[in-house]
């Protein structure tokens, strides 16, 4: 091989390497990183949110049905066990086992960042997830516990209610409230607000409630009164009744774009000018 034939194969093959990294540092082209936030707007004191179940997928994934009991429609005891515990094990297996989630749907459970899973008054739990938009990733889900409560939660019933996606793959994200009257009682446990039988406000175990094998309710009809020896006269609950709070709001969620960082859209860059001037070089040769 000449000099000249040799120089040319290692310009070609430093051009072919340069664009496989490239390439290979960017993320697939048809995926759109997007990212989750849940902020708990209750004041100090205030109702605390379980760490929260969230998913998209393609609107065939229904949550619960209210005048229904809690096992219609994802079966068995999956929203008891959230409602009244704040487990999200079962629903996470129910959405793997489902055809949204054999489709491509995905799921995570979104805590916060500082160790302590609940969210608190205050706080704001994100996570970050890359989405399919061509339809399998195209609606958003969620469910959370409220404590203390015997088995109070939020959650959209309506799979088709938060679209992030349109039929054409553009991204529509979302931001919205979650209102008091939107909380519901899975109606799996009588709100006695019994310390030994209320998450958080004294249950030492799992599923130790009295059954009352009723249905959905929504919304919530509230906590016990003050003076009733339930959650509200413990000072430090003396402000978790969520059907009172400023203009309903308990929980905002937003849904946005997760936008390159400048580093990684400067190193692209730097890459495609490397590779043009590599190009420019060969043609003189």
């Known amino acids: 091989m000449t000099?000249?034939?040799?120089?040319?194969?290692a310009k070609t093959a430093a051009v072919t390497t340069l664009f496989t990294a490239l390439f290979a540092a960017?993320?697939?082209?048809?995926a759109i990183q997007v990212r989750v936030s849940i902020e708990n707007l209750a004041p100090p004191n205030g109702i605390i949110l379980t760490?929260?179940?969230v998913a998209f997928h393609d609107g065939t994934f229904d949550t619960y049905d209210a005048g229904q009991p809690a096992s219609t429609p994802l079966g068995g005891d999956t929203l008891e066990r959230l409602a009244e515990d704040g487990n999200t094990a079962p629903i996470t297996a129910a959405f793997a086992a489902s055809p949204a989630g054999v489709a491509g749907g995905i799921d995570a459970t979104i805590a916060t960042s500082t160790g302590i899973p609940p969210i608190e008054p205050g706080e704001t739990a994100s996570q970050t997830f890359n989405l399919d938009p061509?339809?399998?990733?195209?609606y958003f889900s969620y469910v959370s516990m409220l404590i203390p409560s015997n088995d109070a939660f939020i959650a959209n019933g309506n799979p088709l209610a938060?679209?992030?996606f349109d039929n054409a793959g553009n991204f529509l994200g979302a931001d919205f409230f979650v209102l008091g009257q939107q909380t519901n009682d899975a109606g799996t446990e009588v709100n006695d607000e019994a310390p030994a039988n209320t998450a958080a406000f004294g249950?030492?175990?799992?599923?130790?409630?009295?059954?009352?094998?009723?249905?959905?309710?929504?919304?919530?009809?509230?906590?016990?009164?003050?003076?009733?020896?339930?959650?509200?006269?413990?000072p430090n609950f003396a402000n978790a009744d969520f059907l009172n709070y400023a203009d309903d709001r308990i929980v905002r969620i937003t849904i946005t774009q997760v936008v390159p960082e400048p580093m990684t859209a400067g190193l692209s860059l730097m890459g495609l000018?490397?590779?043009?001037a590599a190009l420019r070089r060969r043609r003189r040769v």
């Open 162 to 164: 938060h679209e992030i």
């Open 134 to 138: 061509s339809g399998i990733n195209q």
């Open 273 to 276: 000018t490397t590779l043009g």
């Open 51 to 53: 760490p929260a179940w």
């Open 3 to 9: 000099a000249n034939r040799l120089n040319r194969f």
């Open 203 to 234: 249950q030492m175990a799992p599923n130790t409630g009295v059954d009352e094998n009723g249905v959905v309710i929504s919304p919530h009809p509230g906590l016990m009164p003050i003076g009733s020896g339930g959650i509200l006269d413990d």
């Open 26 to 30: 960017a993320p697939a082209a048809h």
